[in-house]
């Protein structure tokens, strides 16, 4: 079945750096553009960045636009957010999810992100 598995969170300091993964398995990976959606405490889901099927093109939140890097690697069935400039308001929920036409049909557990103050 289909699983999709984010890591990397963690607690950070202001203009600090992480990097999430989010493993994919149960399904062809190079074939689905792949989206970050984050959920601050007490807020709703907030669109992150998302990448086409081959990784070279890619679309970014004004939020996070020349901050946050997306990224793919094919052959390992992975995707990547590296998150550089980190503050507080990236306090957050990330999950990963799986584009199918017009809607995301499969998300993951989520990894926290927590920006200290």
């Known amino acids: 079945q289909v699983q999709l598995v984010e890591s990397g969170g963690g607690l950070v300091q202001p203009g600090g750096s992480l990097r999430l993964s989010c493993a994919a398995s149960g399904f062809i990976f190079s074939v689905n553009t792949m989206t970050w959606v984050r959920q601050a405490p007490g807020k709703g889901l907030e669109y992150v960045a998302s990448i086409n099927p081959a990784g070279g093109s890619t679309d970014y939140s004004d939020s996070v636009k020349g901050r946050f890097t997306i990224s793919r690697d094919n052959a390992k069935n992975t995707l990547y957010l590296q998150m550089n400039s980190l503050t507080p308001d990236d306090t957050a929920l990330y999950y990963c999810?799986?584009?199918?036409?017009?809607?995301?049909?499969?998300w993951g557990q989520g990894t926290q992100v927590t920006g200290s103050a």
């Open positions: 999810a799986r584009e199918n036409g017009y809607t995301y049909d499969y």
